[in-house]
């Protein structure tokens, strides 16, 4: 099984900065796209943001010019890094990755078990 532990989640201040991480663990063969997603109270689930096997990346035009998302492919392990976070980004963040356990499985998609990130004085 994969598993994907998640940890950096915390209260701040609006004006602050966090960094998630992701790390995916277990019987991996390779992956494909990580991401993060955030679900607020009452909200549907959205795209944050992902980063390919090769660097590529996308952002949500809410998070763009303040989020930085990364990937170390050695260590399976993929960041977040928010800078002047608002009130807005409260929500629980979760962790997606899309992996084959292995090189004749499928492709799967994979998620943790969130992590909470509150931002207010």
């Known amino acids: 099984q994969v598993q994907l532990v998640e940890s950096g989640g915390g209260l701040v201040q609006p004006g602050g900065s966090l960094r998630l991480s992701c790390a995916a663990s277990g019987r991996i063969f390779s992956i494909n796209r990580m991401g993060w997603y955030r679900q607020a109270p009452g909200q549907q689930r959205k795209l944050v943001a992902y980063i390919t096997s090769g660097g590529s990346t996308y952002y949500a035009d809410s998070v763009k010019g303040r989020f930085t998302i990364s990937r170390d492919n050695a260590n399976n392990t993929m960041y977040l890094q928010m800078n002047s976070l608002k009130p807005e980004d409260t929500a629980v963040y979760y962790c997606?990755?899309?992996?084959?356990?292995?090189?004749?499985?499928?492709?799967?998609?994979?998620w943790g078990q969130g992590t909470q990130v509150t931002v207010s004085s």
């Open positions: 997606n990755v899309e992996a084959r356990r292995y090189a004749w499985s499928s492709w799967d998609d994979y």
